[in-house]
Structure formats: C-alpha cells, structure tokens
C-alpha cells in the first residue's frame, strides 16, 4: 500500500507570495493533519481534516488554511508568506478520526521563504 | 495545553550499546506514539502506544499512562538508529498530536 505523498517536496517563494501544498493520505485514511516544523518552535499542529471538514485547528493565523476533498486529498493554503513561514510541513493520515489513531507522516514540504 | 517533556535532548552512543529515551506527559492522554526522523525529514512511526508494552525487533515501549511517562528502549544499536526521536500525545477528539522537543541521537561506529 502506497504512503502518504506530499508535492511539492520543495519550494522557494518570497515574501508576499501565496503557496499551495498538496497531500494525498494513505488508500482508505479519511483524517489528514498538517504540522509544521521549525528548529525554533518544533513541531506544531496546524489543523485536521475528516470528510471534507476541519475538525481540529491549532494555534496558526488565518494566513494558514486548509481544505479537503472528496477522495480524502488534502491542499493546505498559506497567503501573504513571511520569512518566519520558513519550515518543514508535514501531513499525516489516519484511518479513524472518531478515537485516537495512529498517524502516518509524509515526507514533507520544505518550503523556503527568501 | 498539555505539556510533553523528553529527555535526555542529546545522546551519544558507541554502536552496540543500549539506551533509554523518556517523555513526560502533564495530563491523561488517548494517544502516545514515538516516531524517528530520517535526516531527509520523514517521520517514521515506531510505536502507537497509549498504554502496556509493544516490541519491535531491537526497540520496545512502556507507557504507564496512571504515572504519566513513557520509555523507549532501544537494544544494541546501529548507525541506521541515529536521527531524532519523537515522543507525540493526544487527548483530544480526533487527531491533534502534541510533540515533544525531541532526543538527538548518535551512535558512532
């Protein structure tokens, strides 16, 4: 079975600009989840998705959004980039979003912001 | 918001060596997993381990999730074992992992 894909695996943009990452879960995960990871603050969560809805967000600015679609295909968006949003972004599959699962991570999206 | 503590941050070990990585939680969770990160970024899931033991080859796993910690052993290790590892929790409805700061380790030959 086929992991979890993420395109692009890298990204260069400036500030400004708006970026669009793409995730695409495990055959048969509904739940998808974003994190970003920075080496000054780790590895944060961004937000879930479950049949098309958000059901967790973490603690981003609405500069930072996400959507899913019927396959279970997630994009997540990021408008008006800041060098800050230099990271590595993460997305995780799970099978069940009802009770805890485990999650599958991707190879991520390094995304620079010059 | 629950707190994940990890410790040691760095550890250094000769090839063959054991070692025993720790993560405190501050609060009951209904998920804890360990994960290993490739020096390419990936996490690798180790264990999905909220509570009891697990084994996998060389590695094992104990949660005691009524005192709050975690312990991951890792046997006779390897090169291939250096990397950084993650200790993740949950409590939430659904999927909102919580990660620790991580332990860097490096085994030498």
């Known amino acids: 079975k086929a992991g979890v894909t993420q395109t692009p695996r890298y990204l260069i943009k400036t500030r400004g600009q708006q970026v669009t990452l793409s995730c695409s879960p495990i055959s048969g995960h509904r739940s998808v989840s974003w994190y970003q990871q920075t080496p000054g603050q780790g590895l944060q969560f961004l937000f879930e998705?479950?049949?098309?809805?958000?059901?967790n967000k973490g603690n981003f600015p609405g500069r930072f959004s996400g959507r899913q679609f019927s396959n279970s295909r997630s994009e997540m968006n990021v408008s008006t980039l800041e060098l800050g949003d230099s990271a590595l972004y993460l997305c995780?599959?799970?099978?069940?979003?009802?009770?805890?699962?485990?999650?599958?991570f991707g190879p991520g999206t390094r995304l620079t912001v010059l | 918001g629950i707190q994940v503590e990890q410790s040691p941050p760095d550890l250094i070990l000769q090839e063959g060596a054991n070692s025993t990585l720790r993560c405190n939680f501050s609060?009951?969770?209904?998920?804890l997993q360990w994960f290993h990160q490739n020096p390419w970024g990936q996490l690798i899931n180790l264990f999905y381990?909220?509570?009891g033991t697990k084994q996998n080859g060389r590695l094992s796993a104990t949660t005691v999730a009524t005192e709050r910690y975690s312990l991951l052993y890792i046997s006779s290790s390897q090169t291939t074992d250096s990397g950084v590892y993650f200790c993740?929790?949950?409590?939430?409805?659904?999927?909102?992992?919580?990660f620790g700061a991580g332990t860097i380790l490096r085994v030498k030959s």
């Open positions: 998705y479950f049949s098309e809805t958000q059901r």
């Open positions: 993740a929790v949950s409590r939430e409805y659904g999927n909102k992992l919580v």
């Open positions: 381990i909220p509570s």
């Open positions: 609060d009951s969770v209904n998920n």
């Open positions: 995780a599959s799970s099978k069940l979003s009802t009770i805890a699962d485990t999650q599958y």
